[in-house]
Structure formats: structure tokens, C-alpha cells
């Protein structure tokens, strides 16, 4: 039948007009075997962006004004389906191609091919029929281009909400630790003073009563009662300092200065427990800051540090600029500090300790605060580091 077809048309200048222009989808026929004459019908030429009955060859010179895509990748002339089918001999079915010219017009088609034979199964030439799938591709593609929109909207939209929801998590937190703070702050204001008058006479009388000849053999006795008496009177001092609500009496100082007058004592506390204390000072500016609250919360870190660790351990104190911030730091070499306990840092009264009050880190978080500083922290099988930002102020020169 199809070489009847080819003889027809080869023979009849009517039909080879007529009978591509009653087909109802795209058609063309390559009636050579070099495909330099197609014939084709309106559709084809609409299509193709040519005038009706104009050559479609894309073998002859110059090629077609358009290149040609299939899955993404540009095609050769010999690798098109009508050449494919009259060289090659190959039968094409449904493969789409991308046609797109240089003004930007793009059309989409589903294309299928077949050789022509002689009745001697020579291949002379090919027939080749295509459907205009332009509009669903582009809908297609649109649809994709929404919908990949619509996806990094709603991934953008979980990541505001993802913020949203951490930052109230840190509210309230802060809420509960200030909440709890005010409760400490009430019970401090309204008992330490009264608890500590009792408790400096029973002191008094029990250092009195220990070097009395007939009580002498329970020195140890009277030993423990003060050393408690000493803890339950530091447990009240601290205390005293979460309850403090006055700002600050900030002085310009030298961060480095203070730090090494209490390094001494540092290096005493580790060397008492067979560890080691390093202070690495930077080149740093000046600070507006307390230094009582300061020595403080320097030594609330470096005992919280070295607590961590085991025997042989080394805590690591520096100071650097980061950025416009003065930084102190406090490394140790510990385990580092669980998941869920990071969160409940500088919450009153948690504490891993086994005799800790969970109070010197709130402190520390308190007076950090009133310094308008952050704290940061950083930990791992390796151990934990605690950054305390100070931020800078302008005008001030590097020590």
C-alpha cells in the first residue's frame, strides 16, 4: 500500500497536493532518498513556520532557520526522524521533539516515521506524521514552573514558621527562667538578710565552742557544721546577686588586667585538682563593665569548667575581637553537655552536679545581661566552650 502511495504521488501533481492537505494532523513525505524534496501539507507548514508547499528539505542549503531538541539535547540533520527513516530505515514512534527558532518561538510534536519501500524492498524514501503538542508542553511547563514555585514558597513559608516557632520557644523560656528569677529575687529580698543574722551568731558560738578543752574531741564535728554554715551562707550570696535588678555599675577597664589578676587563683583551683588552667590574652579594647560581676562570672565559668573535666584536663581562657565584639572564651575538655540540657542553661536551680545549686550559671547569664552581652555555646564529645560577646564600644583603641 505504501508504495503504491509513493508511486501515486510521484505520478500525480494533484494528489501530490491534495492528499497531504486532506490529512487532519502534520504530514510530510520525503519522495527522494537523498531528502531533498518534501512534500507536506498546511498543517506541517504552519507548524514548520513556512509558506505552504514550500521545500521543508533539511538537507538542502541553508538548513532550516530553527534547532531541533530531544530530551534536552540539541539533534543532528541525520538523527531527525524522516532521516532517520529513509537512510537508516528505522521506524520512529512517539519520540517528541523541541523545535525553537531564533526569536523565541518554541514548538513541541510527537513524532513518528516510517521508510518507503519498491516492490524490491528498496527504500525510497519516508513518510513521516506528527502531532502539535505546543500548548500542552507549555501548559505542562508551566504548571511545573508553578507548582516548583508554589514548593520553594511553601519551603520558604516552614522556614519562617520553623523561625517563628524557635524564636517563641526562646521566649518562653526566657519567660519561665525571669519568672523564676523574680521568684528567687522575692525570696532573697525577703529572707536572706534575716536568715544570715541567725546563721553568723550559731557560726560564732560553734568556732567558740570547738577550741573549749572538753569539747575538743568533736573539733571535726564543729569543723562540718561551719563548712556548711559557709556553703548555706554562699548559697544566700548568690542569691542576693540573681535578685539584683539595679543596672550595673559600669567603669571602663582592662578585660585582659581583671583576668589576670584572677588567674592565680585559677591556676590554684586547677592545680588543687590535678588539672591545668591556660589564659591566652588578645589584643582587645576596652570595656564599660562591672568588675565585681565580672570576677564573678569569671570564676562561676572556670570552676563550672573544670568541674567538667577529668584529672589532666586543661581549661583554656581567651579574649579576641570578633567582628565588633570583645569575646571571652572558656574551653574545657569534658564530655560536653547533652541536647536536651543545652536548652536549660541559665535556668535557676538546673544543675548536673550532684552537690550543684543551679545557680551559677543563671548568675552568669544575669550579669551577662545587664552588660548587654550573649552568651554561646558550643559543645561535643570533646568538650564545651562558652562565648561571652561584649559588644564594642566606638572610639575605643586595642590593648
Partial sequence: MLDLVVKVLQQSNMLTHKLPELM?????????????????????ARFY???????????????????VYHDGRLVRIEDLPIQR????????????????WPDGISKVGIFNASPLRNDNGEIIGSICTFEDVTQIVHMKRELNAHKLNLQEMIEERTKELKCEFEKRERMEREVAKLERLNVIGQLAAGLGHEVRNPMTTIRGFLQMLQYK?????????????????DRTNLIITDFLSLSKNKPAELKQHCLNKLLANLFPLLQADAFSQSKQCIFEPGEIVELD???????????????????AMPKDGCLTIKTFME?????????????????????????PFFTTKESGTGLGLPMCYSIAERHKAKIEVMTGPDGTTFLVQFPQLKGMNLL
Avoid at 289 to 307: C, H, K, S, T
Avoid at 327 to 337: A, M
Fill in 289 to 307: 563593665i562591672d568588675p565585681n560581676e565580672i570576677n564573678q562570672m569569671v570564676l562561676n565559668f572556670a570552676r563550672n569548667g573544670l568541674d
Fill in 323 to 347: 567582628g565588633q565584639n570583645i569575646v571571652l572564651s572558656f574551653k574545657d575538655e569534658g564530655i560536653g553537655i547533652k541536647p536536651e540540657d543545652v536548652i536549660k542553661l541559665g535556668t
Fill in 85 to 100: 527513516a529513509t537512510w537508516l530505515g528505522e521506524e520512529v514512534t512517539g519520540e517528541e521533539y523541541e523545535l525553537i
Fill in 24 to 44: 487532519p494532523g502534520g504530514f510530510f513525505i520525503a519522495i527522494d532518498v537523498t531528502c531533498q524534496k518534501i512534500i507536506h501539507n498546511p498543517v506541517s
Fill in 213 to 229: 578543752p572538753d569539747l575538743i574531741i568533736y573539733k571535726s564535728y564543729f569543723d562540718l557544721m561551719i563548712e556548711e554554715l
Fill in 49 to 67: 513556520r513556512i509558506e505552504a508547499w514550500k521545500s521543508l528539505s533539511s538537507s538542502s542549503s541553508p538548513p532550516p532557520q530553527f534547532k
